[in-house]
């Protein structure tokens, strides 16, 4: 490859500053904004550790407890076989997730910094009033999941359980202000603990390997069974979370990379290999949630398996464990509250990116959790465990509405050769992700279609 002059490259970096319409005042989560330095120098892997971290919040959007159901429903009705729409899903995710880290690392901005810019202030308005929508959405599918675990491992009311996620504030105050480092290590951890969690249930559930292999092969059935095809719709429609492709955008950014075509490329392949790894981990509990229902229920005669709360009563006697309903809600517990980290995050991000006003962590923090606490309360109260499942369903359906409205702006600027410069989308990758795009798109508008009618 042609080594750039000095000169050269000092335009290019000149011409992506100058081809937004006007400067970014304030960087991405300005608190935590470049505050972790990168190896210059050092081999192929101590490079990569120092951008491994954010990758690993943006999974946590994809096995948090709204996924949970349409797994558990998708095993224990038929089997193996939509494992192949999980993998599907998840190289979506891959694509857009790497658009998302692009976009940050190249423009200096978030993606909603990004719309700020380039919309006019109504159309910008609007689409921050989407997003806080499902940021709230997703909120309530975390809180619900952190209830029901607490009332299947401790038997605390669901009431009371939604009341006490409101306490997680405190940790993430507590971990924001000693370093983004820190927040990144408390998600991993708690990422490995619902891996080995599932690892276990694997084991005890004593899986079809060929059946495993079979489901990862895409079948016609999927798409000539209307029931089948309606719960694959859901995996893959409510499996890209929007406000992932906002806090990505954002996160890459806390690593102190130059700010030079060579420092922005690197910065990008290692954040690329980060967010890929991540998401085959992500793939992996997905698909064993998928794997558990079917090896623990389908094969058992038990194909009507759709809610949390009766795969957690039904795991241990169809096992013959007493301890595979306690992994299971362990898992779902460390699920729900990593989830509201990156949670917080994201509705920091939206709400500095689209408004350019900035509030205290803990205020933004209470802000969110109130809007998603108050339904769930009154809910519970009114309706009891049926009403969570049915407020888990709905939050997935506010989440699959507003996907669309994250995803297009985001291949739209990634593929704009005067935002993007030398690191816009080549031609084939942007055909793939408008056609990515196009699915989602549907499938979502699909999924709307025959919820309400």
């Known amino acids: 490859m042609k080594k750039m002059s ?43 550790l120092g951008f491994i971290g ?8 994809y096995m948090d407890p709204g996924n949970w159901a349409t797994s558990i429903a998708g095993g224990s009705a038929y089997g193996y076989t939509l494992l192949s729409v999980i993998l599907i899903s998840n190289l979506m995710a891959i694509l857009l997730q790497s658009l998302s880290a692009k976009l940050g690392i190249v423009s200096g901005r978030d993606l909603a910094q990004a719309c700020r810019d380039h919309f006019s202030k109504p159309v910008s308005f609007v689409l921050w009033i989407l997003c806080e929508l499902a940021i709230a959405a997703c909120d309530l599918a975390e809180i619900i999941g952190a209830a029901i675990a607490l009332n299947l491992l401790f038997g605390i009311p669901l009431v009371y359980g939604v009341c006490l996620t409101a306490f997680d504030i405190l940790l993430v105050l507590l971990l924001q202000n000693k370093g983004f480092r ?51 719709l859901g995996i893959l429609g409510a499996t890209v979370m929007p406000h992932n492709l906002y806090l990505h955008s954002s ?66 006697p169809m096992l013959g464990s007493g301890i595979a309903g306690i992994l299971f809600g362990v898992a779902l517990l460390a699920s729900g509250q990593n989830s509201t980290l990156t949670g917080t995050l994201a509705g920091q991000i939206v709400m500095e990116g689209f408004l350019n006003i900035r509030l205290k962590p803990w205020l933004r923090r209470l802000i969110t959790r109130l809007i998603a606490i108050i339904p769930a309360v ?76």
């Not at 559930?205 to 029931?227: A, H, Q, R």
């Open 6 to 48: 000095t000169n050269e490259t000092a335009s290019n970096l000149g011409d992506l500053k100058h081809s937004w319409k006007k400067e970014n005042p304030n960087p991405s989560l300005q608190e935590v904004h470049k505050s972790i330095p990168i190896k210059k120098t050092g081999s192929f892997f101590r490079k990569l």
């Open 54 to 61: 954010p990758g690993y919040l943006v999974a946590v959007g």
């Open 182 to 232: 820190y927040i990144e290590s408390f998600v991993i951890a708690l990422i490995a603990t619902i891996a080995v969690c599932f690892g276990f249930e694997l084991i005890l559930s004593k899986p079809e390997i060929s059946g495993i292999v079979s489901g990862f092969i895409p079948s016609s059935t999927i798409v000539t069974n209307p029931n089948m095809l309606y719960i694959a």
């Open 251 to 316: 996160i890459v950014q806390t690593r102190k990379y130059d700010d030079t075509l060579e420092g922005k490329r690197s910065a990008i392949k290692y954040a690329t290999i980060d967010s890929t790894v991540a998401l085959m981990l992500a793939l992996f509990v997905n698909a064993a949630i998928l794997i558990l229902s079917a090896a623990a229920f389908h094969k058992t005669g038990h194909t009507d398996v759709a809610e949390i709360q009766d795969a957690y009563h039904l795991l241990d």
């Open 378 to 453: 009154t809910v519970t109260l009114i309706y009891g465990e049926k009403g969570t499942g049915e407020l888990l369903i709905l939050s997935q359906v506010i989440l699959s509405l507003q996907l669309s409205f994250a995803v297009i702006p985001l291949v739209m600027f990634t593929s704009d050769k005067s935002k993007m410069g030398i690191f816009v989308n080549k031609t084939w990758i942007k055909w793939l992700a408008w056609f990515v795009t196009s699915v989602i798109v549907v499938l979502n508008a699909y999924l709307l279609w025959s919820t309400f009618f």
